[in-house]
């Protein structure tokens, strides 16, 4: 009998063991955290900070420690469009897209509740108030210093949770169609303007060529029959069947010098 109860007992010992061993292993497992490379964690022990966690197998006290993890590269935020009534009162709907980074995960959770939403919202109302105190041929022509406006006002407000606003780009502008209308007949009006410049400057060009032409042929008389010559030899390539043959002007002149001589005597 005693034989039997010690080898009952052995196996009540081993089976404690066997238990023992396996909760331990579990409480170890259940505490192996990996914080990977482009991620920082952060360690709770009942709900007080600890400290930082960086890159690498960790391992915390499970049901007595969390971790919170919190990523370091940068992040992209979408803008949503948002309805701008511009300083010259026009009406129009503007996105963007925002990009920043956490330089300092520790006041990125403990300064504020929900850093991504927070961005977001003072994103939108930056955008508002920028794109609210200038004019729409500002916003069309000048993106890169609109966004960067916006850039700076986020950047200032952030600055105290950790974060860096890297960069803040405009993407769609969106205008009525009446404006749309309005701004192809504007454009289209100098375009109309800037070819009647052209023209206009080119047949000033034209007309001083003619008058420097003029002054060469009137000093050389031979230079008219050259030129008429080839005139004529232009007409003949066409094959025309009638050929027009101007009259000299000179001869004319002088006609009229005869006339006034025999009228006089």
């Known amino acids: ?26 409480f170890l497992i259940l505490g192996i955290r990996i914080v990977f490379e482009y991620k920082r964690a952060l360690k709770f022990r009942f709900g007080s900070y600890v400290k930082l966690l960086k890159p690498g197998l960790r391992w915390i006290i499970p049901f007595v420690e969390t971790v919170q993890f919190v990523d370091m ?16 009162n026009v009406p129009c709907k503007i996105n963007g897209v925002l990009f920043f980074r956490i330089i300092d995960a520790t006041k990125s959770i403990l300064e504020v509740e929900d850093y991504q939403f927070a961005i977001s919202q003072l994103a939108q109302s930056s955008l ?8 729409l041929d500002t916003i069309l ?9 916006i850039r700076t006002i986020v950047d200032q407000e952030t600055k105290d949770w950790g974060i860096t606003i890297l960069d803040v780009k405009i993407k769609d502008i969106e205008l009525p169609e009446n404006m749309k209308r309005s701004m192809a007949n504007q454009a289209e009006a100098e375009r109309s303007r800037r070819a009647r410049v052209i023209l206009a400057d080119a047949e000033k060009q034209a007309a001083k060529a003619l008058v420097e032409a003029g002054k060469l042929i009137d000093e050389s008389p ?34 009229e010098e005869k006339d006034k001589t025999k009228s006089l005597k």
């Open 73 to 88: 590269r940068v992040i992209t935020i979408n803008i949503p469009s948002q309805e701008i009534m511009t300083q010259d």
């Open 222 to 255: 031979s230079s008219i029959k050259l030129r008429l010559y080839q005139t004529l030899s232009d007409i003949a390539a066409e094959k025309n069947s009638t050929i027009v043959f101007p009259f000299p002007e000179e001869v004319l002149y002088r006609r």
């Open 128 to 135: 508002r108030d920028v794109s609210g105190k200038v004019e």
């Open 141 to 149: 022509s000048k993106r890169e210093e609109l966004g960067g406006n």
């Open 1 to 26: 009998m005693s034989i039997f109860n010690g080898t009952l007992n052995k196996l009540f010992t081993m089976q404690l063991m066997t238990i023992f061993i396996i909760a331990v292993t579990l």
